[in-house]
């Protein structure tokens, strides 16, 4: 029995192994954003800041954007501070949005820590800083990509049905372009992350699969990198969760395209761009590619749709678990 136990240990070893080599082993090069030949404009997403935690880091970041010309637009999906009623950690939120000043557009919605306090809910501070309509915020950056940005306003981070037709209507009115869906909580449907997603998740697909131009969704909350790719059986959208900025200045970059969305990471704070499965990877417009990764599993049935050793390592890992733990019991106990 305790073979078996320790081989099965093995196998669960390999199995986050390779996990692992997916989510935290990040491949990188120094340097500074990519642009090749072709690329109409780039725009940058960040996350969850939690000033005054991260000031260093973020003036580095924002140093970094300043100087950056390619970079078009910035959306920041929430948590920009860690306490909702800390004046200061405002202050600062505010002073580095300002420093882009005209040379780029910026958008920044509200997370839970921006908008909780011991009142509850409590948008005060957010709407003094970034302005009155910025619980629910729309944007059209170079004439063809549709921002729809979600502040939090309710106690559980649900998006309610009036928001939501909201929604539809703005993207209704522009369903020339390609539409992004921007909020703090995530929409992945995984039963071990749910905890930090929308609770009315399935809520907010049903209205998302209404539109066949909503190309993606972006969030920020669980503070880490995440890529689902979510089907409504006609079309496929894809759902994109970005590492916290306080960690390790981490940005999020797109360079937009006429048949394509190349996307990969960069942090002024190290220097370094990253080129993992999580950071890397290239969202078609032109076609339906139904598996990115070329595992054999499609899209949405794929835990990780960007990274070709998984789900199929896991499954090799398990399987040979579970093979030495028969071959061993045969071996030690029908003898």
Sequence with gaps: MKRELGILLVGLILDFSLLAVGVMFCPSISGNAILEEGCLFTFAHITDSHLPRS??????????????????????????????????????????????????????????????????????????????????????????????????????????????????????????MFAIVCLHPHLFGLSLLNILGAPNYDEIWSHIDWHGNVVMTLCGHIHRNWVQIHSSGIHETWSISTEALMNRGYIRLFDIYQDRIEVYAYSPWTGQTYFSPLDRFTIDLSSHNYDVDGDLWANNLDYMPTHPLVPNGIFVSLALAISLIVYWKHKYFNT
């Excluded at 390619?70 to 009623?85: E, K, Q, Y």
Aim: aromatic share 14%; with cysteine.
């Design 55 to 176: 000031r260093e880091i973020n003036e580095r970041v924002f140093e970094w954007l300043v100087e950056e010309s390619n970079v078009s637009f910035v959306v920041h999906t929430g948590d920009i501070v860690d306490n909702a009623l800390d004046e200061t950690a405002w202050e600062d939120a505010y002073y580095y949005f300002q420093q882009l000043g005209n040379r780029c557009s910026w958008r920044v919605l509200a997370g839970n820590h921006d908008a909780m306090s011991w009142r509850g809910v409590d948008l005060a501070n957010h709407e003094r800083y970034f302005g009155n309509d910025s619980t629910n915020q729309h944007i059209v950056v170079g004439d063809k990509l549709l921002f729809i940005l979600f502040s939090w306003n309710d106690m559980e981070g649900r998006i309610s049905n009036e928001r939501l037709e909201w929604m539809d209507s703005i993207i209704q009115d522009n369903s020339e």
